[in-house]
């Protein structure tokens, strides 16, 4: 299975930029759509932003002009670029991975263990 690890969480002033990382490693014949969630205390857990591996996008309308995702396929990791953050990004920003263990096997998906972004007014 693919196993997820993110980082470049942190701490932030209203206005600034942070960027998240994801790599994915394990067995796996191919990774489908790459992307990041997040979970906000005492709200459910949300897309921010998608990537397939054709390259399509989809982003949440709350971060569109703000995010920027981006995939290198050949390192199998993706990126977050969050700019002109506010306090309502404040969540924990789960990477996600949706792939294939097998050629002929079902769609798979991953998560990462979370990484904490906090905006301060």
């Known amino acids: 299975q693919v196993q997820l690890v993110e980082s470049g969480g942190g701490s932030v002033q209203a206005g600034g930029s942070l960027r998240l990382s994801c790599a994915a490693s394990g067995n796996f014949f191919r990774i489908n759509a790459m992307g990041w969630y997040r979970q906000a205390p005492g709200k459910q857990r949300e897309l921010v932003a998608v990537?397939?591996?054709?390259?399509?996008?989809n982003y949440a309308d709350s971060v569109k002009g703000r995010f920027s995702i981006s995939r290198d396929n050949t390192k199998n990791t993706v990126d977050l670029q969050m700019n002109s953050l506010k306090p309502e990004d404040t969540a924990i920003y789960y990477c996600?991975?949706?792939?294939?263990?097998?050629?002929?096997?079902?769609?798979?998906?991953?998560w990462g263990q979370g990484t904490q972004v906090t905006v301060s007014s």
């Open positions: 996600n991975a949706d792939y294939f263990r097998h050629p002929f096997g079902s769609l798979r998906t991953s």
């Open positions: 990537l397939s591996s054709g390259g399509v996008t």
